[in-house]
């Protein structure tokens, strides 16, 4: 089955300090991989896409596809990142698209 | 542009009802995904319209179906409503060639007693 995996429910860290959500996936073609947050009361967004490989609000991403993983970095965390991260990802750019069950990030002022 | 509306807000049923979601996309958009969010999860993929067809479904029984209208609108159907029903469900808009770009709607709260 498809999968996506988040090990940490819960993530905190200190404002400045780097941070890391963790994402694997069990698929093993090449899929279109993304991240999207939830900020509280807001509605899920779409942050950043692996292929076009940009920085969002200072947050990168990186493919391997040796471990499946596509974890979600940024080098200092801030205040208003707090929220709600699903890795998700799709086999196809027609495919469903399949949400992991999300890690949320708390950072401490 | 009010982007994905959907309605209504929250729904109380009970065991063995029926209920309709209604869910409107973002202006533009043609294609409109439902998802089923349980407490403490992720959202898990229901099924897609695109052009008034269902074109991809998730393991979901056939209790679950839907709809989507001319004007790129949508519906979905829950019958013989269980306990295990109760969830967020969310709907989302995207052009079709561009899938991975979903804009989400605030979702429905549905609670079956």
């Known amino acids: 089955a498809q999968r996506v995996t988040q090990p940490e429910k819960l993530l905190s860290v200190f404002k400045g300090a780097p941070v890391e959500l963790k994402c694997n996936y069990s698929?093993?073609?090449?899929?279109?991989l993304f991240w999207y947050v939830q900020y509280s009361r807001q509605r899920l967004q779409l942050l950043l896409r692996h292929i076009s490989r940009e920085s969002i609000k200072g947050f990168t991403a990186d493919l391997n596809k040796g471990e499946t993983s596509f974890h979600l970095k940024k080098p200092f965390a801030q205040e208003e990142d707090s929220a709600m991260y699903y890795c998700a990802y799709m086999k196809t750019s027609y495919d469903k698209v399949i949400f992991g069950p999300g890690t949320s990030l708390s950072v401490i002022p | 542009d009010a982007g994905v509306t959907q309605s209504p807000t929250h729904l109380i049923k009970t065991r063995g009802q029926q209920v309709t979601l209604r869910c409107s996309p973002k202006?533009?958009?043609?294609?409109v995904s439902w998802y089923q969010q349980a407490l403490g999860q992720g959202p898990q993929f229901i099924f897609q319209?695109?052009?008034?067809?269902?074109?991809q479904r998730g393991n979901f029984p056939d209790r679950f179906s839907g709809h989507q209208f001319p004007n790129y609108s949508s519906e979905l159907n829950v019958n013989a409503l269980l306990l295990g029903d109760s969830a967020l469900y969310l709907c989302?808009?995207?052009?079709?060639?561009?899938?991975?770009?979903?804009?989400f709607g605030p979702g429905t709260r549905l609670t079956v007693t």
């Open positions: 202006s533009g958009h043609d294609t």
């Open positions: 989302a808009s995207s052009l079709y060639r561009v899938g991975y770009e979903q804009y």
């Open positions: 319209y695109y052009e008034e067809e269902e074109r």
């Open positions: 698929y093993s073609g090449s899929p279109e």
